[in-house]
C-alpha cells in the first residue's frame, strides 16, 4: 500500500471530515452588503480548504464553479461538452479526438487552448504531484497536440469511463509549467475557465468568487458565491436561521428546525453516497487476521442506525455499486445477525475471556473507530457500531481525531460513492495500491477483474464482471457498509435553479452542476 500523503479534505458540502469546527467572523455577511446592494450573493456553508487545484484533490465542489472540464455532467449525470464541442472515438487506435471551443478564456484573459489539456492530464499522470485521482487515467498512453483547438487522447484499451473523467478541471499551462504544482501559489490563488473567478480568501473563514461575465456559457445570474467555513453541522444550522448561511446541507436530526418555515426550502436529494467501517490491513490486529470483517459485518444493525440516525433518509448498504445498473442483488448481504457473528468469529479462533470479550493468542479483539471532527453523522454512526460491537463482545472504541492517520489508525468511518460509471470509486478505492486505496486492501482477483471491466467497452461484459467484482469481494470484505445516506439541503426559500431530482455524488457533490443558472 502506497500511503501517499493524501489527505480527505475540501469536502465543500457540510460534511467536513477533518480539521477543527470552522469560526466565522461575520466577513461573509458583510461580502452580501457592500455598497451595491443589489448584488446577488450567495453565502454556502463549505467545509476548509487547503489548495484549491483540481488535478490534485478531488474532494471539492468549489473546483466546479472556478475550473472547467472537457466534458460534464448535465442534471441526470449524463456526459455532456464543455470545453470541448464535440469528439469522435477511432475503435482501431482506440483514440479520442477533440475539438475545443474557440470562444473560451482563462479568468485572467489568456486563451484556452490544446495545450493546456495536454499540460493537465500529463500533471495528473506524473507521480511526483501524488494526484489521488492518478488511477482513472491509466489507460492514457499518449496526448496529442493537433493544433490549438484539437487534441487527441491514446488509450491503451477501450475506457468508457474517460468521458466521466474528463470532467476534471483543466489546467492553465502559462501559469504552471516548470512550477511544483502541489506547492505553488496558484493553488491559493486558482484561475479558471468556469463561471466564478477567484476573489478572495480569508484563511479558516471564506472563501470569495465573483462572476465571470466572459463564461462561455452564459454570464452568471449571481454575482458572488461566498463559500463560508463552517466545520460544525450544528454551528450550520445556527448560522442558517440567523441568516448567516443562504444554504448548507444539514443532518436529519437538524431538518425539522426549519420545517413549516417559508423563509426556507428543504431539498431531500438521493445519493449514490454510502458510509462504511474501513479496516486498516496495514495495522496488526487486521494485517494478521484479513478474515475478521467478515465476522464483524453480522454485528452491525443497518436498519437501526438508518432509523436512528437517518431518521429513515436513506437505507441499508451492502455495495459500492448499490445505487446503480451494476448492483449484484444476489450476494452476500451480511443482515444483521449477532449470534452468526460470535460463531463466526469462534471458528477463526476467538474466545472469551473472564469479562466477556474475545482474545486470540493473548490479544484482545480491540481496535478504534476513527471518525473526522465535526461531522456528526458519522461519529453517531461509529458510536452505534461500537455497542453493537461490544454487545458481541469485541473492544470497539470511537475516536475523534482533527487529522487522518491513515498507515496507523485500525479503522476509519469512511465514505465513498459516485453517481457516475462504475468505475469511479471501484478501481481507485480497492484497486492494489491505488490512489485513493487507503486501507492497504489487496485481492489480486479484483484487480483482475477491475482492470478487464474498465478496458471492455462492451455493456453486458462489464455488467458481467462488476457483478462478479461483487461477489469476489464478500469473499474477504474490505469494509463493512453501513447506509447510503440522503444529502439535505436547507437553503433560502428564494434560491432558484438547483435541481432536486439530480442523484448526488460523496458528500452530496453535485448540486452546483448549474451554477450559472442559479438566482436569488
Same mark, same amino acid.
Request: proline content about 3%; glycine content about 8%.
Given at each position: 500500500?502506497?500511503?501517499?500523503?493524501?489527505?480527505?479534505?475540501?469536502?465543500?458540502?457540510?460534511?467536513?471530515?477533518?480539521?477543527?469546527?470552522?469560526?466565522?467572523?461575520?466577513?461573509?455577511?458583510?461580502?452580501?452588503?457592500?455598497?451595491?446592494?443589489?448584488?446577488?450573493?450567495?453565502?454556502?456553508?463549505?467545509?476548509?480548504?487547503?489548495?484549491?487545484?483540481?488535478?490534485?484533490?478531488?474532494?471539492?465542489?468549489?473546483?466546479?464553479?472556478?475550473?472547467?472540464?472537457?466534458?460534464?455532467?448535465?442534471?441526470?449525470?449524463?456526459?455532456?461538452?464543455?470545453?470541448?464541442?464535440?469528439?469522435?472515438?477511432?475503435?482501431?487506435?482506440?483514440?479520442?479526438?477533440?475539438?475545443?471551443?474557440?470562444?473560451? *478564456?482563462?479568468?485572467?484573459? @489568456? +486563451?484556452?487552448?490544446?495545450?493546456? =489539456?495536454? %499540460?493537465? /492530464?500529463?500533471?495528473?499522470?506524473?507521480? !511526483?504531484?501524488?494526484?489521488?485521482?492518478?488511477?482513472?487515467?491509466?489507460?492514457?498512453?499518449?496526448?496529442?497536440?493537433?493544433?490549438?483547438?484539437?487534441?487527441?487522447?491514446?488509450?491503451?484499451?477501450?475506457?468508457?469511463?474517460?468521458?466521466?473523467?474528463?470532467?476534471?478541471?483543466?489546467?492553465?499551462?502559462?501559469?504552471?509549467?516548470?512550477?511544483?504544482?502541489?506547492?505553488?501559489?496558484?493553488?491559493?490563488?486558482?484561475?479558471?475557465?468556469?463561471?466564478?473567478?477567484?476573489?478572495?480568501?480569508?484563511?479558516?473563514?471564506?472563501?470569495?468568487?465573483?462572476?465571470? *461575465?466572459?463564461?462561455?456559457? @452564459? +454570464?452568471?445570474?449571481?454575482?458572488? =458565491?461566498? %463559500?463560508? /467555513?463552517?466545520?460544525?453541522?450544528?454551528? !450550520?444550522?445556527?448560522?442558517?436561521?440567523?441568516?448567516?448561511?443562504?444554504?448548507?446541507?444539514?443532518?436529519?436530526?437538524?431538518?425539522?428546525?426549519?420545517?413549516?418555515?417559508?423563509?426556507?426550502?428543504?431539498?431531500?436529494?438521493?445519493?449514490?453516497?454510502?458510509?462504511?467501517?474501513?479496516?486498516?490491513?496495514?495495522?496488526?490486529?487486521?494485517?494478521?487476521?484479513?478474515?475478521?470483517?467478515?465476522?464483524?459485518?453480522?454485528?452491525?444493525?443497518?436498519?437501526?442506525?438508518?432509523?436512528?440516525?437517518?431518521?429513515?433518509?436513506?437505507?441499508?448498504?451492502?455495495?459500492?455499486?448499490?445505487?446503480?445498473?451494476?448492483?449484484?442483488?444476489?450476494?452476500?448481504?451480511?443482515?444483521?445477525?449477532?449470534?452468526?457473528?460470535?460463531?463466526?468469529?469462534?471458528?477463526?479462533?476467538?474466545?472469551?475471556?473472564?469479562?466477556?470479550?474475545?482474545?486470540?493468542?493473548?490479544?484482545?479483539?480491540?481496535?478504534?473507530?476513527?471518525?473526522?471532527?465535526?461531522?456528526?453523522?458519522?461519529?453517531?454512526?461509529?458510536?452505534?457500531?461500537?455497542?453493537?460491537?461490544?454487545?458481541?463482545?469485541?473492544?470497539?472504541?470511537?475516536?475523534?481525531?482533527?487529522?487522518?492517520?491513515?498507515?496507523?489508525?485500525?479503522?476509519?468511518?469512511?465514505?465513498?460513492?459516485?453517481?457516475?460509471?462504475?468505475?469511479?470509486?471501484?478501481?481507485?478505492?480497492?484497486?492494489?495500491?491505488?490512489?485513493?486505496?487507503?486501507?492497504?486492501?489487496?485481492?489480486?482477483?479484483?484487480?483482475?477483474?477491475?482492470?478487464?471491466?474498465?478496458?471492455?467497452?462492451?455493456?453486458?461484459?462489464?455488467?458481467?464482471?462488476?457483478?462478479?467484482?461483487?461477489?469476489?469481494?464478500?469473499?474477504?470484505?474490505?469494509?463493512?457498509?453501513?447506509?447510503?445516506?440522503?444529502?439535505?439541503?436547507?437553503?433560502?426559500?428564494?434560491?432558484?435553479?438547483?435541481?432536486?431530482?439530480?442523484?448526488?455524488?460523496?458528500?452530496?457533490?453535485?448540486?452546483?452542476?448549474?451554477?450559472?443558472?442559479?438566482?436569488?
Amino acid at each position: 500500500m502506497k500511503f501517499k500523503g493524501v489527505k480527505i479534505l475540501s469536502l465543500i458540502v457540510g460534511l467536513s471530515l477533518m480539521v477543527g469546527c470552522g469560526t466565522t467572523s461575520g466577513k461573509s455577511e458583510e461580502d452580501k452588503t457592500t455598497s451595491n446592494s443589489t448584488e446577488k450573493v450567495l453565502v454556502y456553508g463549505s467545509g476548509d480548504y487547503e489548495q484549491i487545484n483540481p488535478a490534485i484533490k478531488e474532494h471539492g465542489e468549489i473546483n466546479s464553479l472556478i475550473f472547467t472540464g472537457l466534458t460534464a455532467h448535465d442534471k441526470d449525470n449524463k456526459v455532456i461538452p464543455a470545453l470541448a464541442e464535440n469528439w469522435e472515438f477511432d475503435n482501431k487506435s482506440n483514440t479520442y479526438t477533440f475539438k475545443l471551443r474557440k470562444d473560451v *478564456k482563462w479568468h485572467d484573459g @489568456k +486563451e484556452f487552448t490544446a495545450e493546456d =489539456v495536454k %499540460f493537465t /492530464i500529463e500533471a495528473i499522470q506524473d507521480e !511526483k504531484n501524488q494526484s489521488e485521482i492518478a488511477s482513472n487515467y491509466e489507460d492514457i498512453v499518449e496526448v496529442k497536440v493537433n493544433d490549438n483547438y484539437t487534441v487527441q487522447i491514446v488509450l491503451k484499451a477501450p475506457n468508457v469511463a474517460m468521458l466521466d473523467y474528463l470532467t476534471v478541471g483543466i489546467l492553465p499551462k502559462h501559469l504552471l509549467e516548470g512550477k511544483d504544482i502541489t506547492t505553488d501559489s496558484f493553488n491559493q490563488n486558482p484561475i479558471g475557465t468556469g463561471p466564478f473567478k477567484f476573489e478572495k480568501w480569508d484563511r479558516g473563514q471564506s472563501i470569495t468568487l465573483v462572476k465571470n *461575465k466572459e463564461y462561455f456559457k @452564459k +454570464e452568471p445570474a449571481l454575482d458572488k =458565491v461566498v %463559500f463560508k /467555513i463552517v466545520e460544525d453541522s450544528k454551528a !450550520k444550522v445556527m448560522q442558517l436561521k440567523s441568516g448567516e448561511l443562504d444554504l448548507a446541507q444539514v443532518t436529519p436530526k437538524d431538518m425539522d428546525v426549519f420545517k413549516g418555515n417559508e423563509d426556507y426550502t428543504i431539498n431531500i436529494m438521493k445519493t449514490a453516497d454510502y458510509r462504511g467501517i474501513m479496516y486498516n490491513f496495514n495495522t496488526p490486529l487486521f494485517k494478521e487476521n484479513k478474515e475478521l470483517p467478515n465476522a464483524l459485518g453480522y454485528a452491525i444493525n443497518r436498519q437501526a442506525i438508518v432509523d436512528s440516525v437517518l431518521l429513515g433518509h436513506g437505507e441499508k448498504a451492502y455495495s459500492p455499486l448499490q445505487m446503480g445498473p451494476y448492483n449484484n442483488q444476489s450476494i452476500e448481504k451480511f443482515e444483521y445477525n449477532p449470534e452468526k457473528a460470535k460463531e463466526e468469529l469462534e471458528k477463526l479462533g476467538w474466545k472469551k475471556d473472564d469479562k466477556g470479550v474475545y482474545e486470540k493468542d493473548g490479544k484482545k479483539l480491540s481496535f478504534e473507530i476513527v471518525c473526522g471532527e465535526g461531522d456528526q453523522v458519522r461519529i453517531d454512526m461509529a458510536n452505534i457500531c461500537a455497542q453493537q460491537l461490544k454487545a458481541i463482545g469485541v473492544e470497539a472504541k470511537v475516536v475523534v481525531n482533527t487529522k487522518i492517520d491513515w498507515a496507523n489508525q485500525d479503522s476509519y468511518l469512511i465514505g465513498w460513492g459516485s453517481p457516475f460509471d462504475p468505475d469511479d470509486h471501484t478501481y481507485k478505492v480497492f484497486g492494489t495500491e491505488k490512489g485513493a486505496n487507503y486501507n492497504a486492501y489487496s485481492n489480486s482477483k479484483i484487480d483482475e477483474i477491475l482492470q478487464k471491466a474498465r478496458e471492455t467497452d462492451n455493456n453486458e461484459e462489464r455488467i458481467k464482471l462488476y457483478k462478479e467484482f461483487q461477489e469476489e469481494m464478500v469473499k474477504a470484505m474490505p469494509y463493512t457498509f453501513i447506509s447510503y445516506i440522503d444529502a439535505i439541503y436547507v437553503g433560502k426559500s428564494d434560491i432558484k435553479g438547483l435541481t432536486k431530482e439530480t442523484i448526488l455524488g460523496h458528500h452530496g457533490v453535485g448540486i452546483f452542476w448549474n451554477i450559472e443558472e442559479w438566482s436569488k
